[in-house]
């Protein structure tokens, strides 16, 4: 068990002894024998009889999810059953179990009244007094069931684009691939990283703690060509405009979805827009996306106008049918929804996002002379590709989002040498892993008189710490991923989607048909 494992397992053990030990003396205190407190079904059984509640609330006790809101429940009724009616002991219960029940086991003051229902002159509850007790209860089994279970998301961009859709919302499953344990406990519940109200922003949390990483056991391990939820690695030096600044905690980074592509120890490379793991042509989604350029011929209408409440909308023929969004212009300039999939170039040349079965679909308009592959060349340097340490003007690497490697993912316990007596190729190799190394891994990087250091002593070679993964997405000419940034840490990795529960954009209207689980394929 690492430093990490070991710091929440001495958490854990001690605020389930504190528990346990409150539980001992409360049985006491109710005339049960104290030791069936540690005895498991038995002791939760014989609570059940404390706070009066019928015995196949213990079935239910060990259902997922559903046994959280019967545990939470068990709580408060328990410090009912002691005379503790107030909000605020409802809170301590819930929030603070392994204080403030070890703190009325042991207050002589403190007697067993019975099971709640049977209390007499209990204290009139407002009706405010009820609302904070239900929100009470509510709040903190859902915070519970958000942080190790299940967390509903929405794609706000076409990234992912036609497997997701911008406007689908979906649910995610955090154990899956095992619940990360909090690791920035000062923030404010249910909302992510910042605070918005007009053009106030401000973040939602404090980093004053910031606790270990560490993983719960899953149910699974990420599989190649999964869809993952992961931390935008990159957030710590791009502030993305999205208002939340530059993230620096890997919990609080802002939340990405895309494609697996790459597993730990593989060797990830782009031929002409096949991706290749290990030498062999790795899967296609159905509905991957590629750039095309779209000529038309000038003596045939392809596009339409109209005018919409005072602007001027192009569209075409079986535009929505096809999925694309309108396109429009007014008296200021160009306006264009968002998440646009086709781009007006001139009046005769379009571009278009799409799989290539729609392509074939465009080449049956009359209006159309030919379609183009927007496509880059091997050798042609892309700026802002990965990695862009060191690589200025390509000097390292002329990678693009078409042609791209080949590189190593970096493996947990997999070591890389930068002493093969080529000056360029041992640069390369650093530089290719210099922001796991430091940013990830938390050490410091150094190159004096063209030998390398790391954390201040000459370094041959270098042993990852974690697992990484390449992910991209589906919109393959429309997506910042892993090209773009890198590597994804194990570290970032939030769960698994587990199916689309609503899907709604203002171009299309709801999309019923999209309810489900057969587009997180």
């Not at 773009?484 to 840490?489: K, L, Q, T």
């Not at 171009?507 to 587009?519: A, M, V, W, Y």
């Amino acid at each position: 068990m690492n430093s990490a494992g070991l710091f929440f397992a001495l958490i854990f053990l001690f605020v389930f002894v504190a528990f346990k030990v409150a539980q001992y003396k409360l049985f006491e205190k109710a005339g049960k024998p104290g030791w069936a407190a540690l005895v498991p079904v038995y002791g939760n059984y014989l609570w059940l009889q404390l706070i009066g509640k019928p015995w196949w609330w213990l079935v239910l006790l060990y259902f997922p999810i559903l046994g959280i809101l019967v545990f939470v429940s068990m709580l408060i009724e328990l410090a009912k059953a002691y005379g503790k009616y107030d909000l605020k002991h409802h809170a301590a219960a819930l929030l603070l179990p392994f204080y403030f029940f070890p703190r009325i086991a042991f207050d002589p003051k403190v007697a067993y009244l019975g099971p709640p229902h049977t209390h007499e002159n209990l204290p009139p509850k407002s009706g405010l007094r009820e609302w904070g007790d239900a929100f009470l209860f509510a709040g903190v089994a859902a915070l519970i069931i958000r942080t190790f279970f299940i967390e509903a998301f929405m794609i706000p961009t076409s990234s992912m684009e036609r497997s997701l859709m911008a406007g689908d919302f979906l649910f995610v499953s955090k154990f899956h691939y095992g619940a990360r344990m909090p690791m920035i406990p000062l923030s404010v519940p249910f909302i992510h990283n910042k605070i918005k109200i007009g053009s106030f922003v401000m973040p939602s949390y404090t980093d004053i703690i910031e606790l270990p990483y560490y993983r719960l056991p899953g149910l699974t391990d990420i599989e190649r060509n999964d869809i993952v939820v992961f931390n935008y690695p990159a957030h710590d030096i791009d502030d993305l405009g999205d208002g939340a600044g530059l993230v620096k905690p890997i919990s609080m980074k802002e939340n990405y979805i895309k494609r697996c592509v790459g597993m730990p120890g593989d060797t990830f490379e782009i031929r002409d827009q096949q991706i290749f793991i290990n030498g062999q042509a790795n899967w296609n989604p159905p509905d991957m996306q590629y750039q095309y350029q779209v000529v038309t011929d000038p003596g045939k209408q392809f596009v339409q106008r109209k005018s919409v409440k005072g602007k001027t909308e192009y569209t075409f023929p079986r535009m929505k049918e096809l999925g694309f969004r309108p396109f429009r212009v007014t008296n200021s300039g160009m306006q264009l929804t968002s998440n646009p999939n086709w781009l007006p170039m001139d009046n005769h040349v379009y571009h278009f996002f799409c799989p290539p079965y729609i392509t074939e679909e465009l080449k049956s308009f009359e209006a159309v002379k030919r379609i183009d592959t927007i496509y880059k060349e091997k050798g042609i340097y892309q700026s802002g590709i990965y990695p862009t340490q060191w690589n200025n003007n390509g000097k390292l690497f002329k990678f693009n989002v078409d042609n791209y490697g080949p590189i190593v993912i970096p493996k947990k316990g997999m070591t890389v040498h930068f002493n093969s007596g080529n000056a360029v190729k041992d640069l390369g190799t650093l530089a290719v892993y210099y922001r796991p190394i430091t940013a990830y891994e938390g050490h410091e990087v150094e190159i004096k008189d063209e030998k390398f250091y790391i954390d201040g002593q000459q370094a041959d070679s270098y042993t990852f710490e974690m697992d990484y993964y390449f992910m991209m997405g589906d919109n393959r000419h429309n997506s910042e991923d892993s090209r773009f940034w890198g590597f994804v840490p194990e570290n970032h990795i939030v769960g698994k989607p587990l199916f689309i529960f609503f899907s709604y954009e203002s171009d299309f209207g709801f999309r019923l048909g999209r309810i489900g689980t057969q587009h997180l394929k």
